[in-house]
């Protein structure tokens, strides 16, 4: 989650610097040649610390991850797991057929969607809303962000201590007579994950759309209003352009975390889990730490891997976030 | 970005593979002999589950034993603790992988057979057990869970936990009741007549979103039916007993009425907190460790316990080993890791914490039954006569690796039920693929075991 903020904020930062700057393709000759002479001397050298440590802590478990995906390796052979027996892709076939994996990946990519399509808008009504400069602006926005920075765990356990049948929201729909049932069990339990993931993540949203916002330069607000652009025209035609940007981020960034969610449905409903809500990281979970599968669950991850890694991979592709300095240039 | 994702993906997956936590033991030979250890600069850890309920006392009782330990060896102890079970198995996977870590953990009985299973614990010769004191301090039925037979034991009986109920002795006396029931369709008509719900009062308190109590339920009434759900390398949770244990379990809620409606969202600690306050007839699945809670509330004085009931659902006399199946046989194993380089200082400690006197100072403080035969004789207090008795009459769980499945299949029955249970009554085909689905996980995964 730190991470993935602290990326989202860098990111952001340079896409708004671009759209401040003029445009770097600009036919600007100086510059290019500049450029040229900085590439020839970079001390590449010095990324070898970082290098290293991304390979230890991202290449290595990765491959180990792999590998462990073709083993049978349960508890009768954890003990010696790198010579537990191989058997190449039945993990794999054993995941796509004889469990839940699909059902699961089902569940966990369609919360992820309901919930990122309706912390959008969400997030953009509270960032125009706090815009402009007003008493207690720095008190609202404070407010807003709450839920972004209560840990997740807080978040799941207050809810799930709300949801409780006969708790706090079951009086107080029923003394306006409506019996609402079960909420933390059940078909309605992949609602309650829905709208608690969107009371924790909407501010996500809020803050790069804030950051959008900010980006709208002065002048262009003032053009619009000499050219007599109401407000939903200006809304649609002068500041949504300068969104774009930040908001597929956010959907993109809050996408994978959602996806990637272990605590809240965790917390929330715990394990077994119900089956409406048997999300893809908690049946991982459950099949290595509680049936001892890890063979089986790494092949179920190495799949949810793929699955998020295409999308990704297609969007990095279309915005070319991985390279914003230099667009289209490869080195 | 990519970052994030990938370190979450290596999270998920490798925390078995990755020994992030190396801790312990300093590097000694072990002697060989029994006798008294020399562990003068050598500090032994201890892995143990934290106890919520009476964590200042157990802080002090850890600073009591390291001292005691210190003037019978000259080591230190140093004491970590796991907060939940879940807590507790990544550790020990961890371990298990890396080959180090603690020396000496505490398990609790029905998680053994899936430690034994991985092989990273000592399995005792007989010289070892005469170093923890002898096989023959400990009381004989709390040994039965200690390993496949009795030639291959790796758990040593640290405490007894035996299940039991504890009931109202004035709301049964009001109901014109005057024993507690010895069967369950005895329990669920004495429940039936305490049962009020215009007063808020409910025959029996027990939670059905607990994570363990509902499989023990089930596998009472099985076995009590003659059904011991294992039997060899079959799996017999589709058996007509089983479903049967779930009909009535369920039914207490649905046809009897005799448990509050709100009990389907509740774990054992807000039933004891319902019977605690005088609104329920029989607390079911509790220990003496409840006990310290509930002569602190408004019931003290009023409430005693007994053992559950041993005749199964539908049956008039517990069949096969029904009558000695009162309660799983329930408590704290402690192991030593094969890994240790340690273990005789290892065995030294439990030793120590096994002897008599540890074992009878540790129930008044904790609550729990000695495990030690002498110290559970010397028990003195009436309240705990019945909880003594239980846990003589305490079942082992089918010692297989594939406990953990098939327990885990017999709780998710109960989880995907509650939405029926929360409308009113669980339909029958429904129950019957559930069943069906739980045998077929279990079944696959005893066949892992036996293979």
């Known amino acids: 989650m730190s991470t993935d903020s602290l990326t989202a904020g860098k990111s952001t930062r340079r896409k708004t610097s671009r759209a401040a700057k003029p445009g770097p393709q600009s036919p600007d000759g100086t510059l290019r040649r500049r450029k040229g002479l ?55 076939v054993e995941a796509l057929t004889a469990s839940p994996l699909l059902h699961a990946i089902w569940l966990s990519v369609s919360y992820s969607l309901l919930a990122m399509v309706v912390t959008i808008p969400l997030g953009i009504a509270g960032a125009v809303a706090t815009q402009n400069a007003f008493k207690g602006r720095a008190l609202i926005r404070s407010i807003f962000l ?53 009371w924790a993540s909407w501010p996500f949203v809020y803050l790069l759309a804030l950051s959008g916002l900010q980006s709208v330069d ?13 407000w939903w025209n200006k809304l649609r035609y ?46 991982t979970y459950v099949t290595s730490f509680q049936s001892f599968r890890f063979g089986l669950s790494a092949a179920m991850a190495f799949i949810s891997l793929i699955l998020i890694a295409i999308p990704l991979f297609i969007y990095l592709r279309a915005v070319k976030l991985d390279d914003a300095e230099t667009p289209g240039g490869k080195k | 970005m990519k970052f994030a994702s990938s370190a979450k993906f290596a999270a998920v997956v490798l925390t078995a593979a990755l020994a992030l936590t190396a801790c312990g033991g300093g590097s000694s030979s072990s002697g060989g002999s029994p006798g008294p250890v020399d562990g003068k600069g050598k500090k032994l850890s201890v892995l143990t589950g934290v106890n919520n309920q009476y964590s200042a006392q157990q802080k002090q009782w850890f600073t009591d034993i390291a001292a005691k330990f210190k003037a019978q060896t000259g080591a230190d102890i140093s004491f970590e603790t796991f907060a939940s079970a879940n807590d507790e198995l990544t550790r020990i996977q961890t371990s298990v992988v890396s080959g180090q870590g603690p020396d000496v953990y505490s398990l609790g009985t029905t998680f053994t057979p ?42 040593i009986p640290f405490v ?17 009741i005057d024993k507690p029931a010895t069967s369950w369709d005895e329990l669920a008509a004495q429940a039936k007549k305490m049962t009020d719900p215009a007063t808020g009062t409910f025959g029996l308190a027990t939670g059905y979103k607990d994570n363990f109590d ?63 306050s005088g609104k329920a007839g029989y607390l079911m699945m509790t220990t003496s460790s409840s006990l310290p809670t509930l002569d602190k509330s408004a019931v003290a004085g009023k409430y005693a316990y007994t053992a559950m009931p041993t005749t199964a659902p539908g049956q008039t006399s517990p069949q096969g080993d029904g009558a000695n199946a009162a309660s799983i046989l329930s408590g704290d194993n402690v192991v030593v890791a094969d890994y240790s380089k340690q273990k005789d200082l290892a065995f030294a400690y439990i030793n120590l914490i096994t002897s008599k006197d540890e074992q009878l100072n540790f129930q008044k403080i904790f609550g729990d039954l000695p495990a030690n035969a002498e110290a559970l004789k010397a028990l003195d207090n009436p309240a705990l006569k019945p909880v003594a008795d239980t846990a003589a009459k305490s079942k082992a769980t089918p010692f297989t690796g594939a406990w953990g499945d098939i327990q885990l299949a017999l709780l998710n029955v109960v989880v995907q039920s509650i939405p029926d249970l929360s409308k009113g009554s669980v339909d029958d085909s429904a129950l019957q693929a559930r069943l069906k689905d739980a045998q077929s996980k279990g079944q696959a995964s005893l066949d892992r075991a036996s293979k």
Do not use: C
């Open chain 1, 38 to 92: 900085s590439e020839r001397n970079r001390p590449l050298w010095m990324l070898i610390p970082g290098g290293l440590l991304m390979i230890v802590i991202i290449v290595v478990p990765l491959l180990l991850g792999i590998f462990m995906s073709g083993l049978d390796l349960d508890q009768y052979s954890l003990r010696q797991w790198v010579s537990a027996p191989f058997i190449g892709v039945q993990n794999f």
């Open chain 1, 146 to 198: 709450i839920p972004y920075v209560l840990p997740s765990f807080v978040v799941a356990t207050v809810w799930r201590t709300m949801f409780q049948p006969g708790s706090v929201i079951d009086s107080m729909l029923h003394s306006v007579g409506i019996d609402a049932g079960l909420w933390l069990n059940g078909p309605q339990s992949y609602w309650t994950l829905i709208l608690v993931q969107i």
């Open chain 1, 218 to 230: 002065h002048e262009v607000h003032e053009a619009s209003a000499l050219d007599g652009a109401l």
């Open chain 1, 238 to 283: 002068v500041v949504f352009p300068y969104l774009k940007g930040p908001l597929s981020l956010a959907f993109l960034i809050g996408m994978l975390h959602h996806i990637n969610n272990f605590t809240l449905p965790f917390v929330l409903f715990g394990v077994p889990a119900p089956s409406d809500v048997e999300l893809l990281p908690i049946l």
């Open chain 2, 114 to 155: 899936t430690a034994y299973a991985t092989k990273a614990f000592v399995t005792l010769s007989d010289d070892d057990w005469k170093k923890v004191g002898g096989k023959d301090r400990f009381n004989p039925a709390a040994l039965g869970i200690s390993g496949p037979d009795a030639q291959h034991q790796a758990g």
């Open chain 2, 160 to 176: 007894s936990r035996p299940f039991v109920m504890a009931y109202n002795k004035d709301l049964l006396k009001a109901a014109g």
């Open chain 2, 214 to 276: 509902p499989w023990k339920f089930i596998w009472a009434m099985s076995v009590q039916a003659g059904n011991p759900l294992v039997d060899g390398k079959t799996l017999k949770l589709d058996d007509p007993t089983v479903k049967k244990a779930y009909e009535t379990y369920f039914g207490w809620l649905t046809k009897d009425k005799i448990v509050d409606p709100a009990s389907i969202g509740w774990s054992n600690s807000n039933a004891v907190a319902a019977f605690a």
